[in-house]
Structure formats: structure tokens, C-alpha cells
């Protein structure tokens, strides 16, 4: 294990190049802070050029992006047990437990203006009330719907108060208007697409400070075992045999399903690709309502940092209403700043979706991911073990 670890250090030192070893200054006595972050080539050209025009407006400071587009926390964990941590690191909640519990950030409290931000975006970064990163976007779920099917199969949208039940009817009409030929909702058996069906019934998976497993809880079971139904028992979503290894974004585009449950992160894709006309909608009722996950990704400040005052520079401009408006542009986003947020920057209606707001009503009435230091390790086994279940091949009850 030893062997793999330096061998994977050895491998980053070579791929980074002698950016490592440019700590202080560059050739023109800037001083060299390093920022890194995940994200698509898509995301990445919006990026790039917040980071020029950063060095513009600061001319003593030059931002090394360290761009990591798979593995980023596994990589990350490499570069801070090195003592070469990025000055800048984006992160998202999921993670920033492990780090705030190791001391590895900055307090970041006296640099934020929590009330510009969604409270919820503030929160997921908030420990023993001390903020660690500044929140760039919320994460939460909606549902897409292709409205050319809806209109084809004379079926009603979905109303801004739909339940669950309402949610089956449609599915059933899908399933008799097209003869099977189409399925009424996207199947991902990612607990991030469950959650919702948790949340809005009052179950969880784990207790509200992600500690405590709540697998063997009986609504759980009977969630679980709902969700699993859809596509393995009444055959209104696809099993995996049906999808062939099209991702569910692909079987939306083929137009094979008439609604997904998924993320803003999609939107950049369904504008360039869709050839019929789709909106969202907000995730329907439950027992207790419409109530789906709400995660948050932000800029942090590595606490080792030797350069905080030009990292503490770039953090600023990178969260600021100017930067923010700017990236908000890309459609890839929910923005955790409010003003962007309610602004027509997200809120076009010239561009798909015509109802982005439901995006921002999701966050009201959404509940933040439970989560800890040990996460994601938790999630990975709860992910094993729930998988015989969403093929189809167990009862939730029998775990």
C-alpha cells in the first residue's frame, strides 16, 4: 500500500509538472497562488477566463489552475498528505467534513456576507459556526419533462402542487397511451436520486448528522422498495436491461422517457441537443411535501497556504456578484448568491427552462445532505448493498 501511494504522488508530481515547485514567484515576481478545481472542458471555458481577467485587476498575483476533471478528491487527498496543497481548493459539501475535522482550512467567517447567499448554501459549509468555503452553487433536483410526449399522448402537465400519486398516474398513462413504447421516468439507482423519494416521505438512509444508518427503518424499506417497483415490478421506468448503457440524459434526448429526475448540471446539454420542447418542474409531494436533497460546492482556503492574503484576493473575486453572473451565463448552475439567482441571468425565460424557478423553490422547502467525515465511505457500501435491490433481486426488507 505504501508502494501505491508514492508510486500515485510520483505520477501527480510528473503530470502537475514544476508547478509544484513555483511556490513564491513567477519570472515576472508575481506571486503564484494555486487554485484547483474539477469540471468539464464546457465549465472550464467559462472558468478560464474569470482567471485572466482576475490576473487583469490584480498584476502582483499569478492564479495557477490546477484543473483535475477526474479523481479531484482522491488527487486532492494526495496533495495535501504531501504538504503541496492547491492555496484555493473548490469543494463540496460531501468532502468538506473530512477536512474541517483534520484542520486542514481556513475560517473563512470574517470574509463572508452570509445573507448575499442562500442560507442552505451557507450551512453545508458551516461547522461549530465557522464557515469554511464560500458557497458558488446549490445542487438540488427537479423533474424534466418532455413536453412534445405530454402533448403527443394527450397527457396534462405536471401542476406546481403534484403529489406522488399524481406522479403514478401520469406514469400509467405513458405506459398504456404508448403501448410501452416509451417509459414514463428516468431510473438511477445513484442514492443521490432516491433521496427525494426519501426526504418527501420522511425516511433517510441516515439520521440528520449522517451518523446513524436508517436502512432497516420500516418507511425507509418501504421507499426503497417503491423505487425499486417503478422499473422492476410496474415497469413504468427502465431496468438496466432496458437502458442498453445509455445513460438516462441519452434516453431523455432519444426521447425513450418522458421525465427525469436530475440536476441543473443537465440544462447546458438539453439546450444544445434537445430537438423537441422540454421544461421543468418541482419534484412531487409526498407525505411531507416536495422535499429533495440540497448540496452545495464553494472556494475554500487551505489553512498550510503561504500566500492567504493573494489566495483570500482571488476567493473574493471568484464568489463575487461580477465572477458569479458570469459563470451563472453557462446554464450550468444554480448560483448560491441570491441576487444572481433571482436575476434574469437564471432566470430567462428566452432559454430553456421556461420555469427555472423551480430550481430556486426546490432550495425553500429542500433538505441539506446529511453528512460527515466518513460520507462517503458510507454511501459506497450503502450503494453495494442496495444494488440487488434496484435490479430487482431483493426485498429492502431483507437486507
Known amino acids: 500500500m505504501k508502494k501505491l501511494i508514492i508510486f500515485l504522488i510520483v505520477l501527480i508530481f510528473s503530470a502537475s509538472g514544476f508547478w509544484l515547485l513555483k511556490n513564491a514567484s513567477d519570472s515576472n515576481n508575481r506571486t503564484v497562488i494555486k487554485f484547483s478545481s474539477w469540471g468539464s472542458q464546457s465549465e472550464i471555458s467559462f472558468l478560464t477566463p474569470l482567471i485572466s481577467e482576475f490576473e487583469q485587476d490584480n498584476p502582483d498575483i499569478k492564479v495557477e489552475f490546477v484543473h483535475i476533471p477526474q479523481n479531484y478528491f482522491q488527487k486532492l487527498h494526495l496533495l495535501f498528505a504531501?504538504?503541496?496543497?492547491?492555496?484555493?481548493?473548490?469543494?463540496?459539501?460531501?468532502?468538506?467534513?473530512?477536512?474541517?475535522?483534520?484542520?486542514?482550512?481556513?475560517?473563512?467567517?470574517?470574509?463572508?456576507?452570509?445573507?448575499?447567499?442562500?442560507?442552505?448554501?451557507?450551512?453545508?459549509?458551516?461547522?461549530?459556526?465557522?464557515?469554511?468555503a464560500i458557497p458558488r452553487d446549490v445542487s438540488d433536483l427537479v423533474v424534466y419533462y418532455n413536453k412534445n410526449l405530454f402533448d403527443k399522448y394527450d397527457i396534462a402537465y405536471p401542476s406546481k402542487n403534484w403529489t406522488l400519486e399524481d406522479f403514478i398516474n401520469i406514469s400509467k398513462q405513458f405506459k398504456t397511451k404508448s403501448r410501452g413504447e416509451i417509459f414514463a421516468l428516468g431510473y438511477e439507482t445513484d442514492l443521490l436520486f432516491v433521496m427525494p423519494f426519501l426526504f418527501s416521505?420522511?425516511?433517510?438512509?441516515?439520521?440528520?448528522?449522517?451518523?446513524?444508518?436508517?436502512?432497516?427503518?420500516?418507511?425507509?424499506?418501504?421507499?426503497?422498495?417503491?423505487?425499486?417497483?417503478?422499473?422492476?415490478?410496474?415497469?413504468?421506468?427502465?431496468?438496466?436491461?432496458?437502458?442498453?448503457?445509455?445513460?438516462?440524459?441519452?434516453?431523455?434526448?432519444?426521447?425513450?422517457?418522458?421525465?427525469?429526475?436530475?440536476?441543473?448540471?443537465?440544462?447546458p446539454k438539453y439546450r444544445k441537443e434537445a430537438r423537441f420542447v422540454w421544461d421543468i418542474t418541482n419534484f412531487p409531494g409526498g407525505t411531507k411535501g416536495s422535499v429533495v436533497n440540497i448540496d452545495a460546492s464553494g472556494y475554500a482556503l487551505s489553512k498550510s497556504s503561504k500566500h492567504k492574503k493573494e489566495a483570500l484576493r482571488f476567493i473574493e473575486f471568484i464568489s463575487s456578484q461580477q465572477a458569479l453572473s458570469k459563470l451563472t451565463l453557462s446554464g450550468l448552475i444554480v448560483p448560491a448568491r441570491k441576487d444572481i439567482a433571482y436575476s434574469d441571468k437564471f432566470l430567462d425565460k428566452k432559454l430553456p427552462p421556461e420555469n427555472a424557478i423551480f430550481f430556486l423553490e426546490a432550495i425553500k422547502t429542500g433538505k441539506i445532505t446529511p453528512v460527515n467525515e466518513d460520507y462517503n465511505n458510507i454511501t459506497d457500501r450503502l450503494n453495494k448493498l442496495l444494488e440487488p435491490v434496484f435490479l430487482g433481486k431483493k426485498n429492502a426488507g431483507d437486507l
Open 82 to 132: 504531501s504538504n503541496l496543497a492547491p492555496d484555493v481548493v473548490f469543494i463540496n459539501n460531501y468532502y468538506i467534513p473530512k477536512y474541517v475535522k483534520a484542520g486542514l482550512l481556513e475560517d473563512l467567517t470574517p470574509y463572508v456576507k452570509a445573507s448575499d447567499f442562500f442560507e442552505k448554501s451557507i450551512d453545508c459549509f458551516t461547522f461549530d459556526k465557522k464557515i469554511y
Open 201 to 267: 416521505n420522511g425516511a433517510a438512509l441516515l439520521s440528520d448528522e449522517g451518523k446513524e444508518l436508517k436502512i432497516k427503518d420500516k418507511k425507509t424499506i418501504e421507499v426503497i422498495n417503491f423505487y425499486s417497483n417503478l422499473a422492476n415490478k410496474y415497469r413504468l421506468a427502465p431496468k438496466k436491461s432496458d437502458s442498453a448503457s445509455r445513460t438516462m440524459a441519452q434516453m431523455f434526448l432519444q426521447q425513450k422517457i418522458a421525465m427525469q429526475i436530475s440536476g441543473r448540471w443537465l440544462v
